[in-house]
């Protein structure tokens, strides 16, 4: 006869508080020659760049998400009425990101910042996320593995067996998200002529707590 097994799944449950904020910015234009577009998004960078090197980042931390250049059509109606498309130009489009320990201050400076720039309105989200991923899953694991215990303790004492080693743990090792995302903003034409009163933004925004939960299987061998 084979050693008997006994087979447990304990799920894993953790509140995590976000400790850092990442403000994710999308620079975006179209024009008529190719040529032109690349030079207007790089203008355009440049002095997104110049603008948060005033809040104490450097040009390395503002890291690119994505970048794109489009040929955009638009619809039209032809003296007869029919629909027709059209060449528009080519759009551009570049997504950057910057991150930083949470502080409501200088969240509120750059909102600022980012809002009265006479040339530029980029679209921007700010989100909070946990900054060390890795620790808040392991301490999960860690409450996983303690469930799936006291639960084959409670099983074996009630068939009256006792637990020997660990066979097996099976753990699935999935993404966990760890961001939270309460606002986005796209710059409107008003925000521009609206005159600042202020030199920064009050921001009074609390993240809730992450929830994270997870399981884990653990085979013990039984006498």
């Known amino acids: 006869m084979g050693e008997r097994m006994i ?71 032809d003296k007869d009425g029919n629909w027709k498309s059209r060449f528009k130009g080519y759009q551009y489009r570049h997504t950057m990101k910057i991150e930083f320990p949470s502080d409501q201050k200088r969240l509120g400076n750059i909102l600022y910042l980012l809002a009265n720039h006479t040339t530029i309105r980029p679209e921007f989200r700010f989100s909070f996320f946990v900054g060390d991923v890795e620790a808040s899953k392991n301490e999960l694991l860690g409450k996983a593995v303690a469930d799936a215990k006291e639960k084959a303790a409670v099983l074996a004492s009630a068939a009256g067996c006792t637990l020997k080693d660990i066979v097996s743990i099976d753990y699935s090792w999935g993404e966990i998200e760890l961001e939270v995302s309460p606002y986005k903003r796209t710059m409107l034409a008003e925000d521009a002529a609206a005159e600042p009163d202020e030199a920064c933004y009050e921001m009074d925004i609390e993240p809730d707590d992450i929830e994270m939960s997870d399981t884990v299987t653990v085979v013990w061998g039984i006498e």
């Not at 447990?8 to 008529?32: N, S």
């Not at 002095?47 to 503002?62: I, T």
């Open 7 to 77: 087979r447990v799944t304990g799920r894993g449950r953790l509140k995590v508080r976000p400790d850092m904020t990442r403000i994710t910015m999308t620079l975006e234009g179209i024009r008529k020659d190719y040529t032109k577009a690349l030079k207007a998004s790089s203008e355009d960078t440049e002095a997104l760049k110049e603008l948060l090197e005033r809040e104490g980042f450097s040009r390395e931390k503002v890291k690119t998400l994505s970048f794109d250049v489009n040929m955009e059509n638009e619809s039209y109606r």
